[in-house]
């Protein structure tokens, strides 16, 4: 059952090409006036004319331009044109003797000036095809680049779609893994009944408000980042006591304006507690944190005993480095290596406003 808009879209279209064709009409009607008062001869004469023009049009727009000029079959199409210019011309031909003959009877004097000569309407009748061709080929154009253009916004949107899924399921590995390394630190208090676990439980109340009301954010202010990292860190020290020597530099990093993604430094941090070694009687940890026109430089390295030693990447680093990827791409440089004693993980991430998250 067709529509109602439908409907409405063949009777536009319909309605659109009469109007087409009586434009036509009535400028056939003034072109072969020319220097003619007959005009009785002059409408009959034209609106003779009439079929073998439309006729021609709708088979070059209707059938040799989709069929063979836009699929991009050139001989075929240049063929048929042959056969379809031969076919209307002889109609054309057939209109002269009409005008001739039946309407000026054999009185070459009493036609209209214009159609004493076929080749006045072989002008008149290929005009008007070359213009409905033309619109025709603009039309196709526009439909070409409009579907072209949805296409490309729907392959977008999947795309989209796809990122911020795979954005979400790496938030969601974030609170397992984190929550799993903190509640193993917390379960060494309990055992030794330590005074300070109050203390743990509070900055473990702290993180977790974090994890669970910031990480579905796709921005957090870098203060935050920062206070976050603070109380982990305290947390460890708490845990390792005197063998652990953090060092934290944080230089203009205080600014409300500077927003970064929601944990995006702390699985570097976690790695560096998880891995590190202990050298000299202490587990040594030196984080530096700078910001400057738009650029965010972060660097942690870690003491290590063995630099020849291969290391696996955990889960955290292997989901930081896919939400660097998809977050930050061509926007970030990642640099993970040894010198020396040390574990070195440099990034540089730009987080200028044009920066799409």
Known sequence: M?????????????????????????????????????????????????PVTIGTTYVVIDLLIPKYLIQERYFKFILYCIYTIIISALFIVISFFYGLIYLSELQVDTMAPMTRSPLFLFIAVYFVVFIASAFSLVQHNYRSTTANQELKNKILEAQLKLKEQELQYLKMQIHPHFLFNTLNTMYGFALKKSEE????????????????????????????????IRDYVTLEKM???????????????????????????????????????????????????????????????????????????????????????????????????????????????NTSKNQSI
């Open 2 to 50: 067709f529509s109602k808009e439908l409907v409405l879209k063949t009777i536009a279209k319909l309605l659109l090409h009469l109007i087409f064709w009586i434009v036509v009409l009535f400028c056939y009607t003034y072109f072969f006036g020319y220097n003619s008062t007959n005009i009785n001869y002059i409408f009959s004469f034209s609106l003779f004319l009439m």
């Open 197 to 228: 676990t109050p203390e743990m439980i509070l900055k473990l109340s702290n993180l977790l408000d974090y994890i669970l009301y910031q990480v579905d954010k796709p921005l957090v202010p870098l203060e935050d980042e920062i206070n976050h």
């Open 239 to 349: 845990r390792f006591r005197d063998s652990l020597d953090v060092n934290l530099n944080f230089e203009n990093t205080i600014n409300s304006s500077i927003e970064i993604a929601p944990m995006l430094l702390i699985p570097f941090i976690e790695n560096s507690f998880k891995h590190g070694q202990i050298r000299n009687q202490k587990l040594s940890i030196i984080m530096d944190l700078s910001y400057d026109d738009n650029q965010l430089n972060f660097s942690i390295k870690n003491s290590i005993l063995n630099p020849t030693e291969n290391e696996e990447n955990g889960i955290g680093l292997t989901n930081i480095k896919k939400r660097l990827s998809l977050l930050y791409k061509d926007k970030h440089k990642l640099k993970i290596g040894k010198e020396e004693h040390w574990h070195v993980v440099k990034l540089q991430l």
